[in-house]
């Protein structure tokens, strides 16, 4: 098994900048993709962004790219997410996840949570008009 722990949501005013971090541990040498998804009240899970935990490109939805970078410290098997010019439609419950899949990362990440296999218990994001 694989245990994600996510931190450093809050709440932000309109422009400001959030860094989420997630802590993975267990069987962290079965996963090989790290992505981070967000869900708003009454909406569907969406894709955030993904990155290998080894070689390969990372992976950004359009809605944050430009604004959001994922990065990654492998000795800590901690995943990063730099939130910059957040805006209150950002405003969600963002989740850690990892998946085993062995596929190019835009492949993963394009088939949506279905392709992650464990999850974290998510971190509130509120972003103030």
């Known amino acids: 098994q694989v245990q994600l722990v996510e931190s450093g949501g809050g709440l932000v005013q309109a422009g400001g900048s959030l860094r989420l971090s997630c802590a993975a541990s267990g069987r962290t040498f079965s996963t090989y993709i790290m992505g981070w998804f967000r869900q708003a009240p009454g909406k569907e899970r969406e894709f955030v962004v993904a990155i290998p935990w080894i070689s390969g490109s990372t992976y950004y939805s359009d809605s944050v790219k430009g604004r959001f970078t994922i990065s990654r410290d492998n000795a800590k098997n901690t995943v990063y997410l730099q939130m910059n010019s957040l805006k209150p439609e950002d405003t969600a419950v963002y989740y850690c996840?990892?998946?085993?899949?062995?596929?190019?990362?835009?492949?993963?990440?394009?088939?949506?949570?279905?392709?992650?296999?464990?999850w974290g218990q998510g971190t509130q994001v509120t972003v103030s008009s």
């Open positions: 996840a990892a998946s085993s899949r062995m596929d190019p990362t835009p492949v993963v990440a394009r088939g949506g949570p279905t392709g992650f296999s464990y």
